[in-house]
T-cell receptor
Framework: AQTVTQSQPEMSVQEAETVTLSCTYD???????LFWYKQPPSRQMILVIR??????QNATENRFSVNFQKAAKSFSLKISDSQLGDAAMYFCALRVLSNQFYFGTGTSLTVIP | DSGVTQTPKHLITATGQRVTLRCSPR?????VYWYQQSLDQGLQFLIQYYNGEERAKGNILERFSAQQFPDLHSELNLSSLELGDSALYFC???????????????FGQGTRLTVV
């Protein structure tokens, strides 16, 4: 069975500062994908970043980067130079080769001006 | 624009009624997923289809059913509606298969269902 755990229901960060959102997962598969999705108040689900398990290099997308620790089954998201528009619910997700997706319960991020 | 189209965007209906939500996946995507999200809650996986066949079932009530048609669009049917069914229903699509290409799920804007 696959599980995704986000242990931080809420986080806050000062504008222009850096924040890290945590995610741990469990799967018995060796090949899988990990994602972070953002859900702003509009409730649209937006892909932030993805990581292939077979790649050792951590993915980066502009101000967003991940710390992928495969052995520890940890996949954290770092947001640098936080902006007001980063305020949203963030979901960590795992996709296995059967094409099923497993989502965490989400972390609500508040950005303080 | 994710390329996934859901209709209608909003739906208000009475308890006991039946509604159909429609989803058109991104061009080329074979997998379709349905999720339910109640206010301030996470995503509850309902069901997955791949190229017309049911692939996985989540916490989908017996009052709910879905199918994926030969043109790959999908419909989610909700019947005997209750107040607690009020939620945002998302459809997502992905390429599917074992391709190392675009592996992510692309989400539609959702259908906001209100049962009164």
């Amino acid at each position: 069975a696959q599980t995704v755990t986000q242990s931080q229901p809420e986080m806050s960060v000062q504008e222009a500062e850096t924040v890290t959102l945590s995610c741990t997962y469990d799967t018995s598969e060796s090949d899988y994908y990990l994602f972070w999705y953002k859900q702003p108040p509009s409730r649209q689900m937006i892909l932030v970043i993805r990581q292939e398990a077979y790649k050792q290099q951590n993915a980066t997308e502009n101000r967003f980067s991940v710390n992928f620790q495969k052995a520890a089954k940890s996949f954290s998201l770092k947001i640098s130079d936080s902006q007001l528009g980063d305020a949203a619910m963030y979901f960590c997700a795992l996709r296995v080769l059967s094409n099923q997706f497993y989502f965490g319960t989400g972390t609500s991020l508040t950005v303080i001006p | 624009d994710s390329g996934v189209t859901q209709t209608p965007k909003h739906l208000i209906t009475a308890t006991g009624q039946r509604v159909t939500l429609r989803c058109s996946p991104r061009s080329g995507d074979l997998s379709v997923y349905w999720y339910q999200q109640s206010l301030d809650q996470g995503l509850q996986f309902l069901i997955q289809y791949y190229n017309g066949e049911e692939r996985a079932k989540g916490n989908i009530l017996e009052r709910f059913s879905a199918q994926q048609f030969p043109d790959l669009h999908s419909e989610l049917n909700l019947s005997s509606l209750e107040l607690g069914d009020s939620a945002l229903y998302f459809c997502a699509s992905s390429v599917g298969g074992r391709s190392r290409g675009s592996a992510e799920a692309f989400f539609g804007q959702g259908t906001r269902l209100t049962v009164v």
